[in-house]
């Protein structure tokens, strides 16, 4: 079975549009991507890569599973 690894800002914004976000749009501090009523929080961007426990919890709040994520 294939692991997570850390993803750059960018990248995670393609994927999250693949799964149906729409964004991301400005609002207070970060940003945020949106799928039906699920709003989901985007980290600022920085130089560094989101690492694979931040990946996780993201995915985790968006509903889409490891292996969705790992196949797309």
């Known amino acids: 079975m294939s692991k997570l690894s850390s993803v750059s800002r960018d990248d995670l914004i393609k994927k999250l549009r693949i799964f149906g ?5 400005s609002g207070g501090k970060h940003r945020y991507m949106v799928k039906n ?3 989901l929080t ?3 961007p920085h130089k560094e ?5 931040l990946l996780a919890r993201i995915l985790k709040q968006a509903e889409v599973s490891k292996d969705e994520w790992l196949k797309k």
Not at 21 to 25: A, D, K, L, S, V
Not at 49 to 53: A, L, M, N, Q
């Open 21 to 25: 976000f729409e964004g991301p749009c």
């Open 37 to 39: 009523n699920l709003r």
């Open 42 to 44: 985007i980290s600022n």
């Open 49 to 53: 890569e989101i690492s694979v426990d």
